[in-house]
């Protein structure tokens, strides 16, 4: 078992342009979280999806920001109109059911550079 | 202030020598995760607890909830353990994810 996959390892793109990180959850797994990692701001919560329905995404950025599961083995995260501020390790994690005791698994993240 | 405190900010050991870690909440939490950071960046559950304490091999980590706060002591330490030490506190609302501390860096010397 791989573990939580995330695709690309890196990405760099130029302000205003789009941005899609990939994620391939555990197989089974059936909730899928993505976060976002800075120097300056940590580890945030952006949404998260229980067997493919979006359960909330009170973390996310109310513009540019989406996040779709169009199927259980994988996620993507877009950003649109890319930002400066953007730029950040983006990381997805899956558990078994998103509930309690469920710890979820995380994968090494997308570092995301916006020039 | 921060839901979530982390201290220390950074933390130095000592092959074999011992220390802890720790993480104050703001408001009573249903339960606390701790995660170490590798090199690569990935995020590796230690411990999940609701209460209590928990023990794995050089690990410990202890939960009380009435307090406020979470505790991960590291005994023996190893190379490996050096990384970046999250906690992450679990709201009674699952749904809205976990809210992490700002990690403590651990750096174990020769």
């Known amino acids: 078992n791989a573990g939580v996959i995330q695709t690309p390892r890196h990405k760099v793109t130029g302000k205003g342009q789009e941005a899609t990180l990939w994620c391939e959850p555990i197989s089974g797994h059936s909730a899928v979280f993505w976060y976002r990692q800075t120097i300056v701001q940590g580890l945030e919560f952006l949404t998260y999806?229980?067997?493919?329905?979006?359960?909330?995404d009170s973390g996310m950025p109310k513009e540019r920001f989406s996040a779709q599961m169009p199927n259980q083995s994988h996620s993507t995260l877009k950003i649109q109109s890319t930002q400066p501020q953007d730029s950040a390790v983006y990381l997805c994690a899956s558990s078994l059911s998103g509930g309690d005791n469920q710890a979820p698994l995380f994968g090494e993240g997308t570092r995301l550079s916006v020039l | 202030g921060m839901p979530v405190e982390q201290n220390p900010p950074a933390l130095s050991l000592y092959e074999g020598a011992e220390s802890g870690l720790r993480c104050n909440f703001s408001t009573t939490m249903k339960g606390v995760q701790w995660f170490q950071q590798n090199h690569r960046g990935r995020l590796i559950t230690l411990f999940y607890?609701?209460?209590g304490t928990k023990e794995n091999g050089r690990l410990k980590s202890t939960f009380n909830s009435k307090e406020r706060y979470s505790t991960l002591h590291i005994k023996d330490a190893q190379l490996e353990d050096s990384g970046t030490y999250f906690c992450?506190?679990?709201?009674?609302?699952?749904?809205?994810?976990?809210?992490f501390g700002l990690g403590t860096r651990v750096s174990v010397f020769p």
């Open positions: 992450a506190v679990e709201s009674n609302n699952y749904a809205q994810g976990l809210t």
């Open positions: 999806f229980r067997n493919q329905a979006p359960i909330d």
């Open positions: 607890l609701a209460q």
